[in-house]
């Protein structure tokens, strides 16, 4: 069982930046996959960004490409997600997800989630 707590979203003008942060508990974190996704009210949970277990590999969706980056730190059980140039359609609620296997773009593979934490940008 993992259970994982984001933080670190708010309110922010457009071209600011944030960094969420998503802590895992259990001693198994290094041996997940980890994603960011998000979803904004009347649309789907949409796919932002995801790692290895090593942090060795990264995907992003085109959306955030060159803005956001993910990052990992084991020891701390921590994974992140660095959103600069933040955008008001960048506004939204993000979770963090954690995957036994690889690094998926699909939400329905991933095994567990955090509650998520609302990001919010001005124009």
């Known amino acids: 069982q993992v259970q994982l707590v984001e933080s670190g979203g708010g309110l922010v003008q457009a071209g600011g930046s944030l960094r969420l942060s998503c802590v895992a508990s259990?001693?198994?974190?290094?041996?997940?996959?980890m994603g960011w996704f998000r979803q904004a009210p009347g649309k789907e949970r949409e796919f932002v960004a995801a790692?290895?277990?090593?942090?060795?590999?990264?995907k992003y969706a085109d959306s955030v490409k060159g803005r956001f980056t993910i990052s990992r730190d084991n020891a701390k059980n921590t994974v992140y997600l660095q959103m600069n140039s933040l955008k008001p359609n960048d506004t939204a609620v993000y979770y963090c997800?954690?995957?036994?296997?690889?690094?998926?773009?699909?939400?329905?593979?991933?095994?567990?989630w955090g509650q998520g934490t609302q990001v919010t940008v001005s124009s």
């Open positions: 259990g001693r198994t974190f290094s041996s997940y996959a």
């Open positions: 790692i290895s277990w090593s942090g060795g590999s990264t």
């Open positions: 997800a954690a995957d036994r296997n690889y690094p998926t773009v699909n939400w329905f593979e991933y095994d567990y």
